[in-house]
Structures are given as structure tokens and as C-alpha cells.
């Protein structure tokens, strides 16, 4: 099978990860009824092939805001489309400072570019004081690429990536947190296939919070 070089390959995996984005930026404990967040990060997405000749610039926007004990939902934003979902605490530590949180946090996406992503989020936190926490997501994700040229139906793929970040609450109201993550295609329909190979997506982020 031919291998892509490591800007196709980046390519492919903006335009069908994730709708565009591989980035969890959230920790797993919801906010509480009636607070909201709102960040921003920078980065670089691409591929593990190539090294750094493979990456791009990315800039994401994030909204979140609690809606009742346990419950969050949440956007995130960026030039080529959005996600939007809920955030479901499975398991909380009773202390900010020590345990683990467990979450879920399902979400639907649109990419400009006729894609229609359902991603399964599912987040551990392991709290190291204060309110931050070591967060460690495994995120698979559907993708249709819904008007493809030729075809009277929508193609499908399943992708598998997770990611792993820092999420350090500096203040009550302020947090920063950096974060790499990662996906590869599992699954691509006859004909469609994204040849990833043994090739691997790669985000890194750097992540600013504020919430009241």
C-alpha cells in the first residue's frame, strides 16, 4: 500500500477527526449549576510523520456552563467548525484536593467541509490539589463525510484517539492547561480508505480559562 506523506496525512486527519479537532482542553468534573467557563487555546495539529514539517497553526474556542448537579454542556469552536455537547460526571472525588473524577462527555460536530462528527469522550481526572487535575481521555469518534462525490449516501469512519493534559487552576476564577492529543483511523468504508497506516494525528494545545 502507498504511504501518504506526513501533509496528506495531516490533511486527511483535520478533516476527519474529530471535525477537525483531536483537543479534549476539559477536565472531568462539571461545573456546578448556574457557572460558566469560557477559554481559548493555541497550538499545532498535524502528523506524527514528518516531525514538525507536517504541523499547522490551530486556535480553538471553548464555552461551558453548568446546568444542574453533575451535568455541564459545552461548545468548542474553530476556523474550519464546531462541537457541541454534554459533560456527565460518572464518579467524583468528595475532595478537590485528592481522588479521582470520572466523566463523559458526548458531543455531535459540523465541519464546514459537509463532515458530521459524533464523538464519546470518556475523561478520568486524578485531582492534585486545588481543583486541578491530570486528565487522561479516551475519545472515539464517528465521522461521515455526508455528499461524497459519486456516492448517493454518506461514507463512514471510526476513528480512536485520546489525549492527555494538565488542567492547573491557578485561581478560583482562572486555569491554564496544556495538553497533547492523538487519533488514527480504525475503520474507513471500501473505496474511502485514509490510508493512516500505522500513522498517527497529533494536537498540541495550550489552554486559558476563565470562570465565574
Known amino acids: 500500500m502507498k504511504r501518504l506523506s506526513g501533509w496528506t496525512l495531516c490533511t486527511l486527519v483535520a478533516l476527519l477527526t474529530a471535525c477537525g479537532s483531536m483537543s479534549t482542553m476539559d477536565r472531568a468534573r462539571a461545573l456546578a449549576p448556574g457557572q460558566v467557563r469560557a477559554g481559548i487555546s493555541g497550538g499545532a495539529i498535524g502528523s506524527a510523520e514528518d ?16 446546568v444542574e448537579p453533575g ?33 463523559v462527555a458526548p458531543a455531535i460536530g459540523y465541519h464546514w467541509a459537509d463532515k458530521l462528527t459524533v464523538d464519546f469522550p470518556i475523561l478520568t481526572g ?26 448517493p449516501r454518506p461514507v463512514s469512519y471510526v476513528f480512536l484517539g485520546g489525549s492527555l493534559g494538565y488542567f492547573w487552576q491557578l ?33 498540541f494545545s495550550l489552554g486559558v480559562f476563565v470562570m465565574r
Request: charged share 15%; hydrophobic share 45%; net charge negative.
Open 71 to 103: 451535568t455541564e454542556i459545552f461548545g468548542k469552536f474553530w476556523y474550519g467548525g464546531f462541537t457541541a455537547g454534554s459533560k456527565l460526571e460518572v464518579a467524583r472525588s468528595d475532595s478537590p484536593n485528592s481522588g479521582i473524577d470520572l466523566a
Open 171 to 203: 485561581t478560583q476564577n482562572l486555569a491554564v492547561m496544556p495538553e497533547v492529543a492523538w487519533a488514527g483511523n480504525v475503520f474507513a468504508e471500501e473505496g474511502f480508505a485514509t490510508s493512516l497506516g500505522d500513522g498517527v494525528g497529533l494536537q
Open 126 to 151: 486524578v485531582l492534585t490539589g486545588d481543583g486541578s487535575q491530570v486528565v487522561l481521555a479516551l475519545k472515539p469518534t464517528y465521522a461521515a463525510w455526508l455528499s461524497p462525490g459519486g456516492v
Open 51 to 66: 516531525r514538525g514539517a507536517a504541523f499547522h497553526p490551530r486556535g480553538e474556542l471553548f464555552l461551558g456552563a453548568g
